[in-house]
């Protein structure tokens, strides 16, 4: 397979979906009464699915059919636009922003949607077949979303996150169309690994709060030192299992790396809210020490599946090595519940699992 480059529109692309993330990210700093109640977790991931999605959308197309020609760009350029107008419209408060909210999702998704029409007809074979599949059956969820604009209170949300869920699970149920397309399997992990860096900047901001919120003591300054390390650990894990221990000739639907990545994605927004959360001491003890450790759980599991499905045989991560992962996970997790301890004693374990975690299996 011919090896596909990242655009510097593709990268122009990415920066305008900082703020969007930026935006999901902070719903999480919302702490009422010592908790970070349900409704607003919830609303962090209802905001962040449509943002992964819609980028994950428009990232395939490029990655399949996408070439630095004046039609795509145009399509990209116009996609922008909508970008603008959804990453405007998040907020915690949905009814108020509901409509340009709408109006930017279906015009992101919309546009790609077309895309996939106006390329089908220049393929050929297994090609076209894909994309003329994808260009007729994403309106499906498109239009179901929609029709949420005929409706009113939770039936509303109801009805436009069952037509993004029909538009998330319809390449699933696709698969054994999509994989006699096979992706660009270097080109999709560069993509998604400069996402994940977008959301790694997330928590070099969060160091930056620290330092700005309060007067430089030595606790606040340690905190600070222990997240850098921390960061540079996820850093180290991520990317050079990512360039080093990959096989990126494997040819696939990428179906792993797309939806595990969801995961990823919103384990690192966590991360980023962690640290914040962590130093300014709001929330109780037990909820703080549960949402970091739920945390790094998710992140640890995600990173695991994805990689391991693209790593070479001896790269794989060994079971003796998962159970030793976990088990410093669970033991921090619960020495921590059992004895309390302050906040950079807390980030300093994140800080070792991570540093563990990156030698391990990088």
């Known amino acids: 397979m011919i090896e596909k480059k990242v655009t510097w529109l593709e990268l122009f692309y990415d920066l305008l979906f900082v703020a969007a993330v930026s935006k999901a990210s902070h719903v999480l700093l919302h702490v009422e009464h010592g908790t970070l109640s349900l409704e607003y977790v919830t609303k962090f991931v209802l905001i962040f699915v449509p943002i992964w999605w819609a980028w994950v959308g428009q ?29 405007a419209s998040l907020s915690v408060d949905f009814d108020s922003y509901y409509v340009p909210f709408l109006v930017g999702y279906l015009g992101l998704r919309g546009m790609t949607a077309l895309q996939y029409l106006a390329v089908h007809k220049n393929e050929a074979d297994h090609k076209q077949m894909t994309a003329r599949y994808l260009g007729t059956r994403f ?46 399997t270097h080109h999709l992990l560069e993509r998604f690994s400069l996402f994940a860096l977008i959301l790694l900047g997330e928590s070099v901001i969060s160091i930056l709060t620290v330092l700005q919120s309060s007067s430089w003591t030595w606790q606040s300054l340690l905190f600070a030192a222990i997240t850098f390390v921390l960061i540079i650990a996820v850093w180290w894990q991520y990317f050079d299992n990512l360039e080093k221990k990959v096989d990126k000739s494997v040819q696939t639907a990428g179906q792993t790396i797309i939806y595990g ?23 109780e003890y037990g909820v703080m020490v549960s949402f970091v450790f739920a945390t790094i759980l998710l992140y640890f599991l995600s990173t695991s599946f994805v990689f ?23 033991c921090f997790f619960v020495l921590d519940l059992l004895v309390p301890v302050p906040n950079y004693f807390i980030i300093g374990e994140v800080m070792a699992f991570f540093i563990a975690y990156a030698r391990v299996t990088a």
């Open 59 to 87: 990232t395939l197309f490029v990655n399949r059919y996408g070439q630095d020609i004046l039609s795509h760009r145009i399509f990209l350029i116009l996609q922008l636009f909508f970008v603008l107008i959804m990453t």
């Open 139 to 184: 309106w499906i969820g498109l239009t179901v979303s929609a029709l949420s604009l005929c409706f009113d209170s939770w039936i509303r949300y109801a009805v436009l996150y069952a037509g993004i869920a029909i538009d998330i699970v319809l390449p699933l149920i696709s698969r054994r169309v999509l994989v006699k397309t096979p992706i660009h």
């Open 261 to 283: 990545h969801l995961f990823i994605f919103l384990s690192m927004c966590m991360l980023a809210a962690s640290i914040q959360l962590l130093f300014l001491e709001q929330l």
């Open 308 to 330: 391991n499905r693209y790593k070479r045989k001896h790269h794989k991560l060994k079971p003796s090595h998962f159970t030793l992962l976990l088990g410093i996970i669970g």
